[in-house]
């Protein structure tokens, strides 16, 4: 098992930036890849960044260039530094650990909203 607690959000105006964090515990040694998704009002839930185990990362195309995913192994500490914020990122953030045996963690999320 593996538990996931998301901080950091928050409500900041356009052009500001944001640093998402996501406190794992439990059986993190299974886990192989780590990830950012959110969900607007009234939309599906999307993929935002993705950083496996061997460090290789992935974006949304509508993140890239503001966003960067990254981790602290010693704090089992997964992060999302947004800038650059616009009013279309404005979503609940989740947090998303990939284990080895296939099963999927998420966290509560947390709340980001960008005033124009």
């Known amino acids: 098992q593996v538990q996931l607690v998301e901080s950091g959000g928050g409500l900041v105006q356009a052009g500001g930036s944001l640093r998402l964090s996501c406190a794992a515990s439990?059986?993190?040694?299974?886990?192989?890849?780590m990830g950012w998704y959110r969900q607007a009002p009234g939309k599906q839930r999307e993929l935002v960044a993705t950083?496996?185990?061997?460090?290789?990362?992935n974006y949304a195309d509508s993140v890239k260039g503001r966003f960067t995913i990254s981790r602290d192994n010693a704090k089992n500490t997964l992060y999302l530094q947004m800038n650059s914020l616009k009013p279309e990122d404005t979503a609940v953030y989740y947090c998303?650990?990939?284990?080895?045996?296939?099963?999927?963690?998420w966290g509560r999320g947390t709340q980001v909203t960008v005033s124009s």
């Open positions: 439990g059986d993190f040694f299974s886990i192989y890849s």
């Open positions: 950083l496996s185990r061997g460090g290789s990362t």
């Open positions: 998303n650990a990939d284990a080895r045996s296939g099963s999927k963690y």
